[in-house]
């Protein structure tokens, strides 16, 4: 069966596709305003605390490689990051995470949701799309076809 849009609109849908395609895009659309903060934070951070050195005592240059510090390192980094955050009007979080980080997490959970709500309509699941080669790359343009299709014919 091809999809094209001409027959997305005359197809009915679970709610849970529906659902689960506006929820996906809910969690982009926070998780794109929380990067806009994020990516002054950590910049701000890494300068307030240089140097910061890895465990193989290279300069930490790029926040998505904290990682490699030492655990005192990574936990002043992220304490610091929390209270800018806080300072820029986010809430704590119970779990201590950060904002960023927990938007990148619900947005994987929203991926995922997603794409087992459109399985009976491509045939092939999350984990199928995952294990298969280049899965990763699989399931995010399938999503991303999927939800533009969506998109034209109407149904969010």
């Not at 910061?52 to 990051?81: F, G, M, P, Q």
């Amino acid at each position: 069966m091809t999809i094209t849009v001409e027959t997305l609109k005359k197809s009915t849908f679970d709610n849970d596709v529906i659902n689960n395609a506006k929820y996906l895009l809910k969690r982009r659309s926070s998780l794109e305003y929380v990067k806009t903060y994020a990516d002054r934070i950590h910049k701000e951070v890494l300068e307030e605390l240089k140097p910061i050195k890895t465990r193989d005592k290279k300069e930490l240059s790029n926040w998505e490689h904290l990682y490699l510090c030492s655990t005192e390192d990574v936990e002043k980094c992220a304490s610091l990051s929390n209270d800018k955050f806080f300072n820029n009007g986010f809430q704590y979080l119970e779990n201590g995470c950060c904002p960023y980080l927990t938007a990148k997490s619900d947005v994987r959970n929203a991926e995922r949701l997603f794409f087992d709500s459109i399985e009976k309509y491509i045939g092939f699941g999350y984990q199928k799309a995952v294990c298969a080669k280049n899965g990763v790359d699989l399931m995010y343009r399938t999503i991303n076809l999927f939800l533009s299709l969506l998109k034209s014919a109407g149904k969010i």
